[in-house]
């Protein structure tokens, strides 16, 4: 079962049993709707194959089999038969439920304790307002050990040969054949992935994290008469894109707020994850404002 959102000037489908994914974003025009997003179906199962999902308690991929935290070593095992290493937490595999709903507002919960020492509580809440979508994640922790966490957001957009990104870095993380972070690039050494003004996706795959950025950017599509701003708060400092070339029809922009593989650095909370006791609280807000 989906729930439809809709304000006269955008339209939004949610799945809260696919990891509370969207399905589908469009902005209302006079000539028709036109997505904001790459829209999924709302028969489909599998959340990558929908429109946006929440990262959470963490993003993108954790190596070695799990990690250590406080003298605990914590064992993971791969979430998808494709992946080595398990990727984006769980709340994007689990089925969420709906708390509330109204006209222009979705709230889903979730409270997930299967995969120490991640036992939390979660609210997703979806808002249009006028020609903006918030999506806001909320995560508390559940566990008697401290536990550290990360959250972000997974949008799917259309790519086309004319797309320009405007957002702010001061750098990249390259990868090695598994996608783990190998070494930090000033982005000023890497032109070909220099997205700070209006910069055009590289042509061949990129699926790479970029520090230093400030929590707004601009996503432009001038053939589509299309332009999409992105807003976080509190201001995420990353952001990753991935994309598997110029011949794909997508592209993601996924606002996060820590490194991948940060449980493996030596001081991981310098890398952006945060540390929660039992029954403290993080939020996120990310906010898609769209004009013509």
């Known amino acids: ?133 918030t999506v806001e994640l909320v995560v508390t922790h559940l566990g008697e050990r401290p536990a550290p966490y990360g959250m972000g957001v997974h949008p799917w957009f259309m790519r086309t040969g004319d797309v320009r990104i405007d957002a702010p870095s001061d750098g990249v993380w390259e990868g090695d054949e598994d996608q783990l972070p190998t070494c930090w690039r000033a982005i000023a050494d890497k032109p070909e992935w220099d997205l700070r003004r209006d910069g055009a996706l590289p042509d061949d795959k990129i699926d790479n994290l970029f520090t230093g950025w400030n929590g707004h950017a601009r996503l432009r599509w001038p053939s589509r008469d299309l332009t999409l701003y992105i807003d976080t708060d509190p201001a995420c400092p990353r952001y990753l894109v991935y994309s598997p070339g110029a011949s794909a029809d997508f592209f993601c922009f996924e606002p996060v707020t820590h490194d991948v593989d940060a449980h493996h650095r030596q001081v991981p909370l310098d890398h952006g994850l945060i540390e929660l006791g039992k029954g403290q609280t993080i939020r996120s807000r990310f906010r898609f404002q769209v004009t013509a």
Do not use: C
Not at 28 to 43: A, C, E, Q, T
């Open 1 to 133: 079962m989906t729930i439809t959102l809709d304000n006269t000037l955008l339209r939004l489908e949610v799945a809260p049993e696919v990891g509370g994914s969207v399905v589908r974003f469009e902005a209302l025009r006079k000539d028709g709707p036109i997505d904001l997003f790459r829209p999924g179906s709302s028969r489909d199962t599998d959340p990558n194959r929908m429109a946006l999902y929440p990262l959470v308690p963490w993003s993108n991929r954790i190596s070695g089999g799990g990690f250590e935290w406080q003298g605990e070593h914590y064992p993971l095992e791969p979430n998808r038969d494709d992946q080595r290493f398990p990727i984006h937490g769980d709340a994007w595999q689990q089925e969420w439920t709906v708390r509330q709903q109204t006209t222009n507002q979705l709230t889903l919960g979730l409270e997930s304790r299967h995969q120490p020492p991640f036992d939390y509580r979660a609210s997703l809440i979806y808002r249009i307002d006028g020609a903006a979508l």
